[in-house]
T-cell receptor, first 111, second 111 residues
């Protein structure tokens, strides 16, 4: 069974810093990997989707990379802002059409 | 295009009752997945429906059931509610290639 781990579980940074969130998975046979953001009590907002054949995706200040062979993905956030404060989740789509979620990284950006 | 719509947004039920939650996927999407999110367990997969057929099922008791209609709308039913069923229930539509889009969720409180 696929296991997805996110490190760190919580992160607090001053505004303006660049930061990296990590996601690792145990089974490299994936279709894609998706990063989400979740605000308290809300649903999940998709940030970036990386297909298994891709190495990275970018959207604005966000950049996600994928290394299937090592079972790792990173989400890079440039010039962090207080509005970036949220929980960030990565999820991998593997065989069996199931989506496996990590436990999330809770990010706080201090003004 | 309209996103994923979940109704109702909030529910309060008494232990022992049953509840039905609804999810309307993005137009054209035939896959609908359901997840339960609790502070202690994180996001757990309930089941996935594709073209009115249950394609995958998570590890939940038989009290949790679902179905999908010909218009792709899906319902999830929980019978004989327990206090531990209190959670945010999230629905997602999408597919392997385009990733998943989540609804805002239904917050169920069992008292």
């Amino acid at each position: 069974k696929q296991e997805v781990t996110q490190i760190p579980a919580a992160l607090s940074v001053p505004e303006g810093e660049n930061l990296v969130l990590n996601c690792s998975f145990t089974d490299s046979a994936i279709y894609n990997l998706q990063w989400f953001r979740q605000d308290p009590g809300k649903g999940l907002t998709s940030l970036l989707l990386i297909q298994s054949s891709q190495r990275e995706q970018t959207s604005g200040r966000l950049n996600a990379s994928l290394d299937k062979s090592s079972g790792r993905s990173t989400l890079y956030i440039a010039a962090s802002q207080p509005g970036d404060s949220a929980t960030y989740l990565c999820a991998v789509k593997g065989t069996g059409n199931q989506f496996y979620f990590g436990t999330g990284t809770s990010l706080t950006v201090i003004p | 295009k309209a996103g994923v719509t979940q109704t109702p947004r909030y529910l309060i039920k008494t232990r022992g009752q049953q509840v039905t939650l609804s999810c309307s996927p993005i137009s054209g999407h035939r896959s609908v997945s359901w997840y339960q999110q609790t502070p202690g367990q994180g996001l757990q997969f309930l089941f996935e429906y594709f073209s009115e057929t249950q394609r995958n099922k998570g590890n939940f008791p038989g009290r949790f059931s679902g179905r999908q209609f010909s218009n792709s709308r899906s319902e999830m039913n929980v019978s004989t509610l327990e206090l531990g069923d209190s959670a945010l229930y999230l629905c997602a539509s999408g597919g392997t290639h385009y990733g998943y889009t989540f609804g805002s969720g239904t917050r169920l409180t069992v008292v």
